[in-house]
């Protein structure tokens, strides 16, 4: 498999790409650096199919604009978004640890009622403070919910990609 060619590169002159960790219909999310603040993020660099129709680069800054008013302990948080000299669109994001809800559906098989029971009501904490904003997420599926890891053990879920 080919080195990455971000990878290693500084990208909006603020963050330093430093290893692909995944990608999904609309792009790849990056682990990267934040330079000014010395911060591990995660980024989410649009594909070029998307980054180049005006009216999704249109639909993108509204959305993240949407999104960044979102601070509910259950979702992401936005970071930055933007768009490079390039061209390409970019959201940056926290960085999260641990597994998406798919992953650990694949490990146990079924969640027990009351461990699920928790994961559904704090993605339904989170959904409120989107929906209490005029954001409906349109996306909610396992790969969507990531399970934190944290000392002590115990979830706590985020709700990715609003």
Known sequence: MS?????????????????????????????????????????????????TDPQWVK?????????SRLTHPNTVQLIDFGQTKEGMLFIAMEFLSGMPLSGLIEKVGKVPP?????IVAQMCASLAEAH??????????PDNVFLIDRPG?????????F
């Open 3 to 51: 080195q990455d060619p971000l990878v290693g590169k500084v990208l909006a002159d603020r963050f330093e790409i430093l290893a692909r960790i995944g990608e999904g219909g609309t792009g790849v999310v990056y682990k990267a650096k934040q330079l000014s603040v010395d911060r591990i993020v995660a980024i989410k660099l649009l594909g070029a199919h998307v980054s």
């Open 59 to 67: 639909r993108f800054h509204n959305e993240a604009r949407a999104a």
């Open 114 to 118: 009351n461990r699920a029971l928790n």
């Open 132 to 141: 209490a904003n005029g954001i409906i997420h349109r996306d909610i599926k």
């Open 153 to 161: 053990g115990g979830d706590h879920v985020k709700v990715l990609d």
